[in-house]
T-cell receptor, first 112, second 117 residues
Framework: QQQVKQSPQSLIVQKGGISIINCAYENTAFDYFPWYQQFPGKGPALLIAIRPDVSEKKEGRFTISFNKSAKQFSLHIMDSQPGDSATYFCAARGSGNTPLVFGKGTRLSVIA | DTGVSQDPRHKITKRGQNVTFRCDPISEHNRLYWYRQTLGQGPEFLTYFQNEAQLEKSRLLSDRFSAERPKGSFSTLEIQRTEQGDSAMYLC???????????????FGEGSWLTVV
């Protein structure tokens, strides 16, 4: 049973476009939702994270939108650049600082 | 800046052999996690420690797997009698562990690749 469902599996975006990746969760006990970025051969690195008491968080070109009632959250990458080409994982964690559960990932390719 | 350090980065072993991976977390991080990642998949939780205490083990952690964190600092993950299905990247991560705020980030190492032939 997958606790965090991520889509799409892969995404191709033109340079300068907007990349959108979606995640859905079932466990209402989750209270922390990070996005990680992973380049080939490297470990995941935290990109941006949100708590469910806010509906949106923006850091530079990266924005998380959070819909608590729908149990969905998404990552928006504005002005996508070739250097953003990587695999992106959404994740979630319950209260009490329990371990993160990850989605299956989205492979993003930004083409010039 | 010393992040999470893992060793070795790559290991090729024959089926049936034992392998051990080491993880050095970020200094003062009292939580340490082990995850496994296969190609095209997200990291899957294996086990985690709060200081030297192992608090949770996933069903993925068969009895051939054992993890230790003897002094609450570095950790080792040992796989006995390796099988081809054990081929994966083994990720270590650490966090401060206290509180649930956004500041309590989980930081990952670069992983240890295992290939069982």
């Amino acid at each position: 049973q997958q606790q965090v469902k991520q889509s799409p599996q892969s995404l191709i975006v033109q340079k300068g476009g907007i990349s959108i990746i979606n995640c859905a969760y079932e466990n209402t006990a989750f209270d922390y939702f990070p996005w990680y970025q992973q380049f080939p051969g490297k470990g995941p690195a935290l990109l941006i994270a949100i708590r469910p008491d806010v509906s949106e968080k923006k850091e530079g070109r990266f924005t998380i939108s959070f819909n608590k009632s729908a149990k969905q959250f998404s990552l928006h990458i504005m002005d996508s650049q070739p250097g953003d080409s990587a695999t992106y994982f959404c994740a979630a964690r319950g209260s009490g600082n329990t371990p993160l559960v990850f989605g299956k990932g989205t492979r993003l390719s930004v083409i010039a | 800046d010393t992040g999470v350090s893992q060793d070795p980065r790559h290991k090729i072993t024959k089926r049936g052999q034992n392998v051990t991976f080491r993880c050095d977390p970020i200094s003062e991080h009292n939580r340490l996690y082990w995850y496994r990642q296969t190609l095209g998949q997200g990291p899957e939780f294996l086990t985690y420690f709060q200081n030297e205490a192992q608090l949770e083990k996933s069903r993925l952690l068969s009895d051939r797997f054992s993890a230790e964190r003897p002094k609450g600092s570095f950790s080792t993950l040992e796989i006995q009698r390796t099988e081809q299905g054990d081929s994966a990247m083994y990720l270590c991560a650490s966090s401060l562990g206290s509180g649930t705020g956004l500041g309590n980030t989980i930081y990952f190492g670069e992983g240890s690749w295992l290939t069982v032939v």
